[in-house]
């Protein structure tokens, strides 16, 4: 059997977990709001239209904060269309996504849906179309308390309080010739830098992002982030950054190891916002906003265009997820929390139907795709603090990545209760790994508390609304893998293409 091992030591401490990391994104875009989160007249629909088995299922992946309302959309989205009496707000072209928004539901709904989700709002203003005034006006309609225009506007339409929202994105994807509104670095740079500064003017405190690299793959990756901050960097806290993978051709190894694109795409903006910040003579550290990532089958959409009727909220891009997306996505999270030290927000992209963890049928059932169950059960289990971990295993090429060993691996350590969580992945598609952990600088009375596996026979099996439980996590004894604890070490047998987690406590 192929053998790994990793020795872990609560010394060796990257970081505290960051909650944000477990954020989930919202955009108007196909049925993520509308037959989503959204569906006034379902048979599960509350009072306010919010489709109550889908706020149960936000609640259970952990979602801690969401990233609304685009996304692409926002580039051409006017907020103050989606505020007032419903009858009244403007029907309008998406020109995103080629549909029609009816303007349903707008800031005050979507801050309803997150207080009743239990989630932190990260507001996305449009520099796309638009600038610092209206930026201006959407921050004083949702956060100045009482006495303006747009503050009394928005106690009028029934929110007496003011929503506090402190994370906010100035603009999206603002690098991409497909942006409504697409600027050039040095344009973007002064735009963001002069909207932050006048968010900033309003309330000081606000935490700012500004846009960074679409992907690792834009022919301006890196030189963007370098522009943009020797604009901004004094008034900012965060760069963004945006990641898909996909699997290509059947190269199934290559994409599960998309995680290495991962590392290297937080590592070379760690690297860039630092070199800015040593010309600029700053000891400011700009941090990473990870607020798009998951696996999308890009090329699928690529391949079949939007539709050419204006609907409203139509099927876009419903990837149906199987056990090898699965472990992909346990894999990058895996890579954002041993980056917490600078990447201390992330938004899975997105929460419902469109590329998402949650799916739903229109008047009908919502149930969980295979990728929910490892961001839940890693939301749950990573607490305290992030290890520094150093992984022996062996080695694999792929196309894609060149060599890339054949686990990955984080651990979290919680001070308070004692509990070790480790999570794991074998990324091998034929055979099983034994990993051997090192767990003597704990002491010798650790016991297991609990194992999840997420793996199958078929690695590309997925969930349907017939059976929505073909594909979830069990105890890994029950998928052929198994662990063993022997005082200060324990030897884990990680089952071929599989996410596991295993919390130990004392």
Partial sequence: MLRARVALNPAAV?????????????????????????EPGHPLADE??????VLALTRELGVTMVRYPGGNFVSGYR????????????RRRDLAWRSIETNEVGIDEFAKWA???????????????????????????????????????????????????????LGNELDGPWQTGHKTPEEYGLLAAGTARALRSAEPDLELVACGSSSSSMPTFGTWESTVLEHAYDVVDYVSCHAY???????LGSFLASAVDMDFFVNSIVATADAVGARLKSTKKINLSFDE??????????????????????PVIEDRYNVADAVVVGNLLISLLR?????????????????????????????KQTVFHPFAKTAALAK?????LHIEAPSYETAKYGVAPLVDAVATHDPATGDVTLFAVNRDVANPVELAVDLSAFGADLTVAETWTLTDDDVYAYNTRDAPERVTLRPIAETGGAITLDGGAALITLPRVSWSAIRLTR
């Fill in 245 to 251: 993978y996909e699997e290509h051709d059947g190269d």
């Fill in 48 to 53: 306010d239209g919010f489709r109550t088995d």
């Fill in 293 to 314: 990532w998951n696996v999308w089958y890009l090329s699928r959409f690529q391949n079949a265009p939007l539709p050419e009727e204006w609907k409203v909220a139509p």
């Fill in 339 to 367: 980056h917490s030290d600078r990447v201390t927000a992330a938004c899975q992209a997105q929460l419902v139907n469109v590329i998402a963890p949650i799916m739903t049928e229109p008047g009908g059932p919502a149930w």
């Fill in 115 to 169: 207080e009743k989700a239990d989630v932190e709002i990260m507001y996305a203003v449009n520099l796309g179309t638009r600038g610092v005034q209206e930026a201006l006006d959407v921050h004083e309609y949702v956060n100045h308390p009482d006495g303006t225009a747009l503050s009394e506007q928005r106690r009028a339409n029934g929110a007496e309080k003011p929503y506090g929202i402190k994370l906010w994105c």
């Fill in 14 to 38: 990257v970081a505290p977990v960051s909650r944000r990391t477990f954020g989930s994104f919202v955009e108007h875009m196909g049925r993520c709001v509308y037959t989503g989160i959204y």
């Fill in 384 to 388: 305290g603090d992030v290890l520094r």
């Fill in 79 to 90: 907020w103050e269309d989606g505020v007032g009496p419903r009858e009244q707000r403007p």
